[in-house]
């Protein structure tokens, strides 16, 4: 430190958790300090602060990572993966892969929003109320599958295997629903 020239030295630790990163400080050069308290907290709260943003940097990223590997896996699975918000009788889609699209009207651009409508109307109200039924199986805690056929709109029959699987959060019902034809 004399080569330096420091003649008071003041160093707070910089923490990813529990694992120590670093260190901040304060060095005075011109004469020896004694440190105030206020100097003492103000540089631990800035070394809780900086390690915070350290932590939650490396969080968002390795949340991005893994968005980026489950937005390739969904894109590129060979089934179609609905996510279906569930509140009350109210049913909204929330997310759906590229394959239900296709299965649903492949000559046709399906915005989300209309995707439910667009299932809704192919299936007989006895297959609608089976869905109904697994969803509320499903909230129970069991995965259910189901086994049903749809009249698209283009006049073709598809037949789907669809398995659900509950997401509880919050006071909302969330369905992971994975079809695919058979």
Known sequence: LQRQGILSLL?????????????IGYD???????????????????????????????????LNKAADLLDTVTKNIGGGILLVECTGKQRRIV???????????P??????????????????????????ECLQETKSG??????FAAQLPDGRKEY????????TRANE???LTVASTI
């Open 28 to 62: 005075e050069c011109i004469r020896k300090a004694s440190w105030t308290k206020t100097q003492l907290l103000g540089l631990k709260m800035t070394s809780e602060i900086i390690g915070t943003f350290i932590r939650v940097h490396r969080h968002e990223e390795e």
């Open 173 to 175: 019902e969330t369905w």
């Open 160 to 167: 789907f295997y669809t398995k659900f699987t509950s997401l």
């Open 107 to 132: 000559d046709k651009e399906v915005p989300l929003s209309e995707i439910y409508n667009v299932l809704k109307n192919s299936i007989s109200s006895e297959t609608e109320l089976r869905i109904e």
């Open 142 to 147: 069991r995965n259910t599958d189901l086994e």
């Open 95 to 105: 997310f759906s892969n590229r394959k239900i699209i296709q299965m649903l009207q």
């Open 11 to 23: 160093q707070c630790a910089l923490y990813n958790a529990d694992t120590y990163i670093g260190y």
